[in-house]
Every structure is written in C-alpha cells, then in structure tokens.
C-alpha cells in the first residue's frame, strides 16, 4: 500500500501526535508499504525516517497554543506524483485540511485522525471566541475527511455532536515491553523521596498550563506525599514555584521514562481537555493505579475502583480523598494486576493492524462513491 502520512506535529517535536506517528512508520516499514511523510519544518528535523522521504513544510508558532503547519502549493503534485492510495492525516489542523481539499479533489481516500482538543486548549486559556472557531474548523476539516478515528467514546461523541460522519473509535497502542511492573526501581524511589515511608504520586507529562498540574498544590504540601514531575514545557519554572516540595526530573523517555512510571505508588493526570491520555496507559501498563479527571478520554482508560479512581481533579479534597483511598486500599495488589491486564491486548502492532481496516474501508469507499466497483 502506497500511504501519505500528513502530520501536524514531527519530531524533533516530541508529542502524543508524534508519537503515533511514528509507531505507524515503524508498522508500515516492518510490512512493506512505502510511505511519504508531510510534516511542519523545524530546527533539527530530519529529513528521512526509517528510510521514507520527508517533505516539510514551513510552519508558525501561535500565541498561547501549539506550532502550525503553513500549507503550501507544491504539495499537490507532490501528492500527485506519489499517487497515494490513502491519506493518513494526523491530528489535522491547517495542513491537514488543505490536503483533505486536494484529496477530495484528486479523489484519494483519507482517514484523519482526531487527537488533540485545540478548541478545549483555546476555552481553558479564555478565549472563548478562538474556542467557537477552532471547534468550527475541526469540524469542518473531518468532515472533509472519508473516514474519522477517535481515541475515546468521549470524542467520538463530541465530534458526531459538531456533525461530523463516519467517526469511529480507535485507540492507541502501549509498548507493553518497556511499560512494565518489572522496571519498578526501589533504589530509584528512595534517590527520589529521600524516605522508603513516604508514597510516590507521579505526574508524566508536557508542563503547561492547560494540564492544570497546579492542581496538585494539596498533594506536594503533605509530608507523607512526595510529588514527582516528569516533563518539561513553557510552565516548568512557575511550576517549580508552586509547587516547591516536589521532584522535577525533566523529560524522561525511554527505559528511564519505564523506571520513574513503574517507581510510581499513583499516578495521577490533572488535564481535563485529553481526547485519550497516553501516560495513563503506560501507567497502567506498569502495574501503576491512576486518579485521573472524570471528563475526556481517561474515563474510557480507568475503570472507577477497579484500576484507579474517575474525580474531579481540580477539588483539592476529592484529589487528596482519591491519594489516601488508594493507599490504604485493602486490594492495592489486585489493583495493580488489574492495572496491567486492562491494557495487555493494546500492542502497536494489534492497533496499526486495526488502521490498515480503517484504510481498506477508506479505499473501498471512495471506489464505490466513484463507481470503480459494484
């Protein structure tokens, strides 16, 4: 299969949009489909992956949200000249939209993939006129699309309430090698608590404001609590601040990343605009119960008093409630089974098969739509 891969984000970026993306080259490499990648140019990028050419294209940061992609003209006989069997469009804002056009056109199946709540990010941060756009222009760019994934019940819905057809539901994978209750690490968590007494709540994440990880100000003034941030973003030094007990280990991937999670006692995520949350997977995946906000794609993850518990984060007393059940819970170990076996079936493999249904559904219907096959 000959596949565009659109992207709005790549790395050296390092993100959840990323991320899946890249464990679909690394599927589309082991089962021989050859593939072009459109991603936003940036200091560093590089310019093949896994041996697929990369075409980038300029792209600009906008005040208080994420870096956009900047369509450009040549990418139609670029795509043109690649004769694509399917357009895999990732996380589509501005680029992805302009491609949907030109695919629509050319009549080239796409599939788009739904990722990150831009809108929600444009209401948390106030401006509430960017929201009612940006929710308007999401809508629009998918129902371009022929076929729309979503991570969560929760999105789905929220999408076929903005009147966008086709959606259906797709999740993401979990490396169930590195994740692993096997990584937890007890030198590690003395190293990080100074204590074997104190239970270790951990946060894994980009550190900006609309994760609203000051929430966790209850958790870092107890002195039985010992709060460990892992990430970094624009927010980390007024997080230092607020939150001037707890450990800040920086980005972290990889093995090291594996260690901190399965070192964890709780894992805990604050924000309330994720459309899946792949850090609550991989929390999971470590045997690692999680408190996460009762809104949005982790309430599709956690199974309430089964593998963590559903709150609203943002009460410091239901936050803090939620850490001490937890802890005395007299089936924390049952917990911590459950935790893993909720996501052992979930492998990058088992999820990328399920994308390449979604593309063959996309072909086949554009076909029938323009009459190639009865």
Known sequence: MRIAVVTEAFLPQVNGVTNSVLRLLEFCKLQGHDVLIIAPESEGAPTEYLGYKIKHVPSISMKKLIPMAVPRK????????????VIHL??????????ARIAKRAGIPTVSVYQTDIAGFARHYGLTIAHNTLKKWISRIHQASDITLAPSKWACRDLEQSGVKNVRLWKRGVDLVNFAPTRRDESLRVNIAGSRDKIIVGYVGRLANEKRIDDLAILDRQPHIKLVIVGDGPAAPRLRKELPNARFVGYQSGTELARYVASFDIFVHTGKHETFCQGIQESLASGVPVIGPDTGGPVDLIEHGVTGLLIDTADPHQLLEAVETLRSHSSLDLMQLAARKSVEHRTWDYINQQLMGHYLDAINQVSKERGLVA
């Open 74 to 85: 040549y990418l139609e006989p670029l795509l043109e000249g690649f004769q694509p069997d």
């Open 90 to 99: 990732a996380s589509p804002i501005f680029l992805g939209h302009y491609v």
